[in-house]
């Protein structure tokens, strides 16, 4: 199971394999982020992730287009409930907008 760190916090988890960096962030005990239950629309969940990107899911199409509508998007960028972790470990870096600092 790979072990998902959350960051400013630094709080980490182990989540199934599949799971999305969403539910590894919510099962960190971060509040939710977004405003679409997880569908890819609002770009509310967009984290720049830090370690085990190789490991994460395809960015898929839709991803891709809500991504290039987020202002301050990087190589780093990925949708919380879009990316489903593999098996490596992952760091993910909430962004200032969307944790609520
Ligand atoms: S929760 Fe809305 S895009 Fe991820």
Do not use: W, Y
């Amino acid at each position: 199971m790979p072990l998902v760190t959350v960051n400013p916090s630094g709080k980490s988890v182990s989540v199934a394999e599949g799971a999305t960096i969403l539910e590894a962030i919510l099962a960190a005990g971060e509040k939710s982020l977004g405003k679409c239950d997880g569908k890819g629309q609002c770009g509310g969940c967009h984290v720049f992730i830090h370690d085990g990107r190789k490991s994460l899911s395809r960015i898929q199409r839709e991803e891709n287009e809500r991504l290039d509508s987020i202002v301050g998007v990087g190589s780093k960028s990925r949708l919380a409930c879009q990316a489903k972790l593999g098996a490596e470990n992952a760091t993910v870096e909430l962004l200032g907008f969307s944790s609520g600092i």
